[in-house]
């Protein structure tokens, strides 16, 4: 019977060359260690390089990308190197994360320590997805029909009372016609600011908020130019977009388009501009409608976008 004889491969490991980053920080804006910033912060890799082989190239990368590289000089001592590097963080929200690592003359990766440092971009805009606004009832009166860009909830009329400073705008279903500015424009679906002249809201009449805080909010339906999920990514984004588009042309209610029960809205007019009585300014998309009548069975589905 033959021997069989079996034989260990020793294979080095990835980091063979004892490469070692120091991070240190002299100012506070230096990066030693994980760290959550607001979009746009500045960040600055203060850093020593150390190897006991000469390495020929430093490269920094943030999420595995290069984004710097230094070419170390000939005929010096090409087993340390340090420098101070700045840069301004991501305005989308997300982790990014960054290395310093050397590669020797054949750009072959030496090590990077063992560390990588993250930045965690926090969003400077709220988000609020899959909100469901219901049409008015006229006798439980329970149906969620406010919205609060604040908190992101909705509030029925029964509800809506001890939050009213907080709610940004309602939702009912107009029959008449009166909701509309244009003489054109059959919508029958509206969105509302809660100061708007109760004389053009006579379907909403059976509720009283008279002792309610109105908040003054404006609207404007939004080219099909601004996309809701790719273009309105940072506050900054939103304040250019939505508010660049909100010069002129506001109106305290808007209508879209009506859609056939239980469809999803037209591309077209489904994205609706807002600025909020305090200024600050967001984004509706009109996600989806279900049913095509002032019954209370009639709802639509929203996502929000606000700057914080």
Known sequence: MPLLWACQKKVS????FSVTVEYKQ?????????????????????????SPTDMTFIEIQKNGVRIDTFRLNNGRDTKTFSAIKGYMVDSAAGEYAYRVLARNEKGVFM?????????????DFDFWSYRILQVPDTVAKTNKCYYSTKDGKTYSYSEGAAVSASIDFGYFYDSTGRASTSTTDDSTNCIYALNAAPSRLVPVSFYDISSWTKNATVFKKMPNSVNFVTGLTSAGAIQRLIGGNMTSGTSSKVTFLSASAGSVTSAVNNLIGFRRADGKFGAILIRYVQGNSPNKETQIEVDVKVQK
């Open 111 to 123: 090590g990077d320590g063992g560390k990588q440092l993250k930045v965690t971009v926090k969003p």
């Open 13 to 16: 490991p990835i980091d063979s």
């Open 26 to 50: 002299t100012s506070p804006k230096d990066l030693v260690a994980n760290v959550e910033l607001n979009p746009k912060d500045s960040i600055y890799l203060n850093f020593t390089i150390s």
